[in-house]
């Protein structure tokens, strides 16, 4: 007779992780993923060895723990479903956590009941449960070795890495804060498509000695593009072409982003590099050739996505509190960079602000919310109140950053925000019209430069050119603008 075997609580542990791995490794990094692959397995095989002993039997222990193992991992799943469906039982709303939170307790109890009950080893139920974990388990991996085999060759490898330009030695070199604020619109789309008037931060700007460049667009309508565009001083296109047009591998704007060419290029003139990890997204969350990444809270899309997907969602306001955080303390952190790391200092800091999800009110006040929604779909945009709400709070915070530091009129540095992208509350993504790609691709872009640069700006410059014009009235770096497109 064939020995029966339990290997199922292993791999049902392992494969929630692998499968949002699986759907994103060619975002995230592997050590990413890592520790809670570990975490998974290691609190799977201590609870099963725990019941083995209490139960006396591994394969009876081992159904508990699958079980276990289902209810966690698909509650955050189950609970986006129903959010918004509306679905009901009388007065009930079955997708809120007091009633999913019941619902799951009683499929526990059920469940240990019908295991507990029965003497036995349940091999029937644990073949086919090994069977079909198994089958899950191999399906992200058969996903990630597909995509190494088809990710970019040589050729998009060495497009992707490039010349730095050549630069001229000696002369000053000031401080450099490259802030972007995802999602931040121009004042142009504020006014027409939110009925908002962003004049009194644009004019505090203005009087701060900032050049607004009031039709400026950028050049990509997502971050995953913008990103490495302007700090590659390049445009992506001829990576995408060689990649071809049913690519979905985008290591190779990762690359860019973190071997970009304005870091490469301000390394080579004696600058120490500041990345801030001011946002949890995964392109620019840490950068490798950075001389100091500066954490300003642990955590990113990765362990989110994870954790609204399992029973842990109900504690998803707590996530809400780690974005604030983060960001609150980017703010705080980087006027003191200037104390803290020997000059001259090249700082990169991309907020995710006030990009959703929405976690500031207009005044900082904390937004309650069940979950995240609007940060993983679409309709987030919609929410127009808020996303004026987190509008005000950003400026707010930007003047305090501005305040402390320009507060030393012996500094003079070389400031640059700007948004990677506008708002899209249209929601006319399949077949975006003029419409739409006028609010998308309208942003906030402001300079603080010398007098040689400013003179160089222009009111409808966008991100590609701007360090190709600093970089040129600064250091003579041979780089001639290209043409703005969008």
């Given amino acids: 007779m064939k020995k029966l075997r339990c290997f199922h ?3 049902f542990a392992a494969f929630p992780v692998l499968s949002l ?8 990094a592997f050590r990413e993923a890592a520790p809670f692959l570990a975490l998974s397995l290691g609190a799977s095989l201590g609870l099963w060895l725990v019941l083995s002993l209490a139960l006396r039997n591994r394969f009876r222990a081992g159904l508990l723990v699958s079980l ?14 129903l959010e918004g469906a509306g679905f009901r039982v009388g007065n009930l709303v079955v997708g809120e956590n007091k009633i999913l939170l019941v619902l799951w307790a009683a499929l526990l109890g059920l469940g240990v009941f019908l295991v507990l009950r029965k003497r036995g080893d349940f091999p029937r139920l644990t073949r086919f449960l090994d069977l079909v974990s198994a089958v899950l388990v191999l399906l992200p991996l058969l996903t990630i070795g597909r995509g190494l085999l088809d990710s970019p060759g040589g050729a998009v490898r060495a497009a992707v890495k490039g010349p730095v330009p050549a630069f001229r030695e000696g002369g000053a070199r000031p401080d450099i804060y490259y802030l972007i604020l995802d999602g931040y619109g121009s004042g142009e789309v504020l ?3 939110y009925g908002f008037d962003n004049r009194e931060f644009l004019d505090y700007l203005k009087s701060r000695g900032f050049y607004v460049a009031d039709k400026s667009r950028s050049n990509y309508s997502s971050t995953t593009f913008s990103l490495p565009s302007a700090l590659n001083m390049e445009y992506i296109n001829p990576v995408a072409e060689r990649m071809g047009p049913e690519a979905q591998d985008v290591s190779p704007m990762v690359e860019m982003t973190q071997d970009h060419k304005l870091a490469a290029f301000l390394k080579g003139l004696g600058y120490r590099y500041v990345h801030v990890s001011s946002a949890g997204f995964w392109m620019s969350k840490s950068n490798r050739n950075a001389d100091w990444n500066l954490e300003c809270r642990r955590g990113g899309e990765f362990q989110t996505n994870l954790v609204m997907g399992s029973l842990l969602r109900i504690f998803s306001d707590r996530y809400g509190a780690i974005d604030r955080e983060r960001a609150l303390n980017a703010f705080a952190a980087i006027p003191r960079i200037r104390e803290d790391i020997e000059g001259p200092r090249f700082v990169f800091a991309h907020f995710l602000i006030p990009h959703p999800p929405y976690i500031f009110a207009a005044d900082g ?3 309650l919310q069940t979950g995240m929604p609007e940060f993983f779909e679409l309709r987030g945009w919609q929410m127009k109140d808020r996303y004026l709400d987190q509008i005000k709070f950003t400026n707010s915070k930007v003047k305090e950053l501005l305040e402390s530091l320009l507060a030393d009129p012996d500094y003079s540095p070389v400031v640059v925000i700007q948004a990677d992208h506008g708002p899209a ?6 077949t975006p019209s003029e419409r739409m790609l006028r609010e998308r691709l309208g942003i906030l872009n402001a300079y603080l430069v010398p007098g040689p640069v400013r003179d160089r700006l222009y009111p409808f410059i966008t991100p590609v050119n701007s360090f ?13 603008p290209l043409e703005d497109r969008r």
């Fill in 9 to 11: 609580p292993l791999l």
């Fill in 21 to 28: 791995y699986g759907l994103n490794f060619h975002k995230v």
């Fill in 68 to 81: 276990m193992l289902l209810l966690f991992f698909s509650y955050g799943h189950v609970y986006r479903m």
């Fill in 191 to 193: 006014k027409e498509f």
């Fill in 365 to 367: 006040g904390r937004i």
């Fill in 425 to 430: 509350s249209t929601d006319e993504w399949k």
């Fill in 468 to 480: 190709r014009l600093i970089l040129g009235g600064l250091f003579g770096a041979d780089l001639s």
